[in-house]
């Protein structure tokens, strides 16, 4: 069911969406060469703590019957898209594409948010993935308002992915959240103009874009984690915002 949330929880959830992007602050200043994803998973849980909220994704699981997820950073490099887990990323070196994915529950409601960084410096392709990812959420963003629809967003999201000559990756998407960490509805990176479910203002979602280089097809690994079938590099930017008349307002900032 998709709910709408009260402008009192909107502000907790902005209030929470604030610091909660402060660690990601602090994470994208520690993401140097040589640092481990088990220093990383540290930094995130005490910053997470310190600015008094819990980690969303430590041991969460959507699914009852699935493996709880083991840290509360998600951290995915280069061909992997998301789900990566610290312990298992070993140190950050040069040229890596760092997917940095965080949670948080901040007075009883959530948001989520996702940045990708490149260690040291960049290529053009990977320079291209980044600024790909963030066009098109701010494409789906603007058309995140009262009286669209999902299909209109991810139209836009689509589009722009498309327009860098990326391809979209269809199996993964975005959410409702507030209450829980996933929500009704699912917020696809693809769709048709007009169709799809209709926003109302007061609705929160996390649209997330995740552009790949090579393929749209992703597998599974046995970690829960997600890869471009090629080993493409692939980037994701997310934020949590709220639907309103004129747009989709960032809670994440």
Same mark, same amino acid.
């Given at each position: 069911?998709?709910?709408? +949330?009260?402008? =009192?929880?909107?502000?907790?959830?902005?209030?929470?969406?604030?610091?909660?992007?402060?660690?990601?602050?602090?994470?994208?200043?520690?993401?140097?060469?040589?640092?481990?994803?088990?220093?990383?998973?540290?930094?995130?849980? =005490?910053?997470?703590?310190?600015?008094?909220?819990?980690?969303?994704?430590?041991?969460?699981?959507?699914?009852?019957?699935?493996?709880?997820?083991?840290?509360?950073?998600?951290?995915?490099?280069?061909?992997?898209?998301?789900?990566?887990?610290?312990?298992?990323?070993?140190?950050?070196?040069?040229?890596?594409?760092?997917?940095?994915?965080?949670? *948080?529950?901040? +007075?009883?409601?959530?948001?989520?948010?996702?940045?990708?960084?490149?260690?040291?410096?960049?290529?053009?392709?990977?320079?291209?993935?980044?600024?790909?990812? +963030?066009?098109?959420?701010?494409?789906?963003?603007?058309?995140?308002?009262?009286?669209?629809?999902?299909?209109?967003?991810?139209?836009?999201?689509?589009?722009?992915?498309?327009?860098?000559?990326?391809?979209?990756?269809?199996?993964?998407?975005?959410?409702?959240?507030?209450?829980?960490?996933?929500?009704?509805?699912?917020?696809?990176?693809?769709?048709?103009?007009?169709?799809?479910?209709?926003?109302? =203002?007061? *609705?929160?979602?996390?649209?997330?874009? *995740?552009?790949?280089?090579?393929?749209?097809?992703?597998?599974?690994?046995?970690?829960?984690?997600?890869?471009?079938?090629?080993?493409?590099?692939? =980037?994701?930017?997310?934020?949590?915002?709220?639907?309103?008349?004129?747009?989709?307002?960032?809670?994440?900032?």
């Amino acid at each position: 069911m998709v709910t709408i +949330k009260t402008q =009192s929880e909107i502000k907790i959830i902005a209030d929470g969406g604030h610091r909660l992007r402060q660690v990601m602050d602090m994470l994208i200043a520690a993401a140097k060469p040589g640092i481990r994803g088990e220093q990383l998973e540290t930094l995130t849980r =005490s910053a997470i703590l310190n600015f008094g909220g819990k980690p969303a994704f430590l041991n969460y699981s959507p699914d009852p019957e699935g493996a709880p997820f083991p840290a509360a950073l998600c951290l995915s490099l280069n061909g992997t898209v998301v789900h990566g887990i610290p312990k298992n990323t070993g140190a950050l070196k040069n040229g890596d594409l760092v997917k940095l994915d965080i949670g *948080m529950q901040f +007075k009883g409601l959530f948001t989520d948010m996702a940045r990708t960084i490149v260690i040291g410096n960049p290529t053009a392709e990977q320079k291209e993935l980044i600024v790909a990812a +963030k066009e098109a959420f701010l494409a789906g963003l603007k058309m995140a308002k009262e009286g669209n629809t999902l299909g209109d967003v991810g139209f836009a999201i689509e589009s722009r992915i498309q327009a860098h000559h990326f391809f979209v990756i269809k199996e993964l998407t975005g959410h409702g959240l507030g209450y829980r960490p996933h929500e009704d509805p699912w917020v696809l990176n693809y769709g048709n103009p007009g169709k799809g479910l209709k926003l109302k =203002s007061g *609705m929160v979602l996390a649209i997330e874009p *995740m552009p790949a280089a090579g393929t749209s097809e992703i597998i599974e690994r046995r970690d829960g984690s997600f890869v471009t079938a090629d080993g493409s590099l692939a =980037s994701h930017y997310e934020n949590t915002l709220v639907v309103t008349p004129t747009g989709g307002k960032i809670l994440t900032k």
